[in-house]
């Protein structure tokens, strides 16, 4: 007898249904679902839930463009994020499939296709799903450090750190964009730290360095150069010679040094201020910014081509509120690190500052809580920290987002809330939890495993 497993949902995603009957030949290990358009699409994505996806982009209504294609691939990500979706591209397709990897696609493949190569793809992605799968701390779990220093058990910023890991060994530039408080230059850190490169990363604010002295902190000066120049300095490019150039808030560069900025990335060759001798630099670079750049170009303030050069990838980082369940769990981090330095007396967030926390909008991100967290520790008497420590108001936990893949989801998604709150209230404590909920301890127990929380 063989046990019951169930099978693993492959979604084709084909307008060719030729080509639907070929792939479903190939894949005789998977159930193979197809859908031809859009809406075909993500019905199949809520009644079946598939790990892996192979996504044409030139779909009906516009099989020959890609607009079609994108706007299922942004759907599909947005319902279930840790869907692995493989886009098809056709000859010389680079900056579609380029676009897709960015956007969150694991993967591609090239028309025509190679059923053998296809095959190790997709398998590759069910492996990879698999094991995510078993060790995921999703939404409202304990959390995870991912990227070195980023900790978050939020769905939305796991795709980020997916993106971060995926594009770090590529040569590419890579712009981050999101407000101010996200955690843009730790990303930046991640990417230089995954990227194998043996240099420096070096940072540089551009906002905060005086317009005059900009270009002499990026590319270095010649003895005798300007007043003052009493002797050679090397600039930030060459300090990130073999390594990685952090150029935050890169929206502030002002337009004549974006031509010569330009130029390196054109070249990968500087001349210092009054130097004559061209210097071959290897150097990464990472951008970061929270202006919009494109309303910027449109109004003449930032160079399109300088644009393009440095964002070969684009990565936007949620705001905190936009992490689910990441609040509390940062808060919780911050809790346990600054009482140990601080005030050793705190240990804990009290149920009405979880409820706070959860409820706040938090504008100014992840740095905000951490000021937060910090100054409440210093000041905090008791034991847990309250609401009113944090100078937040007590008040009812924000709603969870009601757009779930299907009704199953949903009814999972209140389960862990209920779930979360009860821990939270009764400081993981099983017995207090399950009377909360009012099941008994072995309920409480399966659905822990069931929902993957940790008791």
Known sequence: MTDNVEPKVLLVVEDDEGLQRQLKWAYDGYEVVSATDRAAAIEALR???????????????????TDEGFATLAEILRLKPDTKVIVATGHGARESATKAVAMGAYDFYKKP????????????????????????????????KVLGSIITAAPEMMKVAKTIERVASADVSVMLLGASGTG????????????????????????????????????????????????SNVG??????????????????????????LRFLQERVIERIGGRQPIAVDTRIVCATHQNLEAMIAEGRFRED?????????????????????????????????GRELNPGIQS????????????????????????????????????LTAAD?????KAAANEDSMAINLRAAREVADRKAIRQAMSRTDNNISGA??????????LYDLLKQYRLQA
């Open 236 to 261: 930030k490019i060459e300090l990130a010679q073999a390594g990685t150039l952090f150029l935050d808030e890169v929206g502030d560069i002002p337009l004549p040094l974006q031509v010569k900025l």
């Open 390 to 394: 944090l100078d937040l108001q007590a």
């Open 184 to 231: 843009k230059e730790l990303l930046a850190r991640a990417v230089h730290e995954k990227s194998g490169r043996k240099g420096d990363f070096i940072a540089i604010n551009c906002a905060a360095i005086p317009e005059n002295l900009l270009e002499a902190e990026l590319f270095g000066y010649e003895r005798g150069a300007f007043t003052g120049a009493v002797k």
């Open 306 to 338: 300088l644009y393009y050069r440095l964002a070969e990838i684009v990565v936007t980082i949620p705001s905190l509120a936009e992490r689910s369940g990441d609040a509390v769990l940062l808060a919780r981090h911050f809790v346990n690190r600054f």
């Open 434 to 443: 399950a009377k909360l909920l009012g099941i008994s301890r072995p309920t």
């Open 349 to 384: 967030l009290s149920a009405d500052a979880i409820e706070a926390i959860a409820a706040h909008l938090w504008p100014g991100n992840v740095r905000e809580l951490e000021n937060r967290v910090k100054r409440a520790v210093i000041m905090a008497d008791g034991k847990s």
């Open 113 to 144: 296709v190679d059923i053998d190569e296809l095959g190790f793809i997709v398998a590759r992605a069910f492996h990879l799903h698999e094991i995510e799968e078993e060790n995921r701390r999703l939404e409202y779990g304990a959390g995870a």
């Open 47 to 65: 009644a079946y839930e598939p790990a892996v996806v192979t996504l044409d982009l030139g779909l009906p209504p516009d099989p020959d463009g």
